[in-house]
């Protein structure tokens, strides 16, 4: 186990271990857990991440899932004393309550991850977006959330944002837009410019590729995924069909899935999408210019 490592890693180590072993004897979730005499509903969350396991709970379950060897009940008791002892910000209450679980998960992956692929093909990823434009675009959804929500997931957004702007080792970031979010007015034309200035900066530095996909280009396939992150976590190569999740963002849920499969899905279509997008120079130029003409003034915009 790696040291350092973060609850949100080490809880999806022991739920991997578990269900891998669950579906290896051939068990569903509702044998263990009649088995367990435990709810359907406990295996589920244990299963997805949602909840921690107790070491009181853990120890009789992997010896009815013949999980015996010592090293590994050793390697799986260390992680879930790791998942319970030490708390995040995004643990607090006011984040359980106006954050969902899958977005609450991201937060603590997000720290250990060492590669970050963004597709977006509508506004600037959420670990990105300065202060003004996050704003803006929840406000654009008062009607869906409360003010308190709005207020909380500002703060959840900034200290994501200060998170990775800290990291002495900061994830190497590869963001993929659509080119219609350099044109899209969040909030005022003047917020879009310095968001878009500030993509710059963070290029400038290292800690961000950008390409934009446009609005023609020759070859270019049709692309049914609105938006996705797919993070590759810190544990080893030798665990990579296993080291990554996705976060998808939808209108009305969220989730965090790490089927390698899917994960494979959607790592096939960023490559794709990214190989014919345009490159990172054009991209910067591109960029550079929206900027430009957004902050001249909205009459300027398209």
């Given at each position: 186990m790696a040291a350092g490592e973060s609850p949100?890693?080490?809880r999806r180590r022991v739920r991997l271990a578990l269900r891998k072993a669950r579906e290896d004897k051939g068990l569903t979730q509702g044998q263990v857990a009649e088995a367990m005499e435990w709810s359907l509903s406990k295996v589920m969350r244990i299963e997805s991440g949602e909840v921690t396991i107790s070491l009181n709970d853990l120890r009789p379950l992997l010896v009815y899932l013949d999980i015996v060897d010592a090293a590994v009940v050793d390697e799986l008791t260390?992680?879930?004393r790791v998942s319970r002892r030490r708390k995040e910000w995004s643990d607090e209450q006011k984040f359980r309550e106006h954050m969902t679980p899958a977005m609450r998960q991201l937060v603590q992956f997000?720290?250990?991850a060492t590669t970050v692929r963004h597709f977006n093909a509508n506004v600037v990823p959420g670990w990105l977006q300065l202060p003004e434009y996050a704003r803006a675009i929840l406000e654009g959804v008062?009607?869906?959330?409360?003010?308190?929500q709005v207020s909380v997931r500002l703060e959840a957004r900034q200290r994501r944002r200060d998170a990775l702007l800290a990291r002495k080792r900061p994830p190497a970031i590869f963001l993929l837009l659509d080119e219609s979010v350099t044109l899209r007015q969040v909030g005022s034309a003047e917020i879009l410019a310095n968001q878009l200035n500030e993509l710059l900066r963070l290029v400038r530095v290292g800690r961000l590729v950008v390409r934009l996909v446009p609005f023609v280009s020759k070859g270019m396939p049709y692309s049914p995924f609105a938006e996705y992150d797919l993070l590759e976590l810190a544990g080893g190569a030798e665990r990579a069909d296993n080291n990554a999740i996705i976060y998808r963002e939808g209108w009305?849920?969220?989730d965090i899935n790490d089927s390698p499969d899917l994960i494979a899905r959607y790592l096939d279509h960023f490559s794709v999408i990214w190989?014919?997008?345009e490159d990172e120079a054009?991209?910067?130029?591109?960029l550079r210019e929206r900027a430009r003409i957004a902050s001249e003034g909205p009459r300027n915009l398209p």
């Open positions: 949100a890693v080490a260390q992680a879930a997000e720290a250990e008062r009607y869906q959330l409360s003010a308190d009305l849920a969220d190989s014919h997008a054009t991209s910067e130029a591109m």
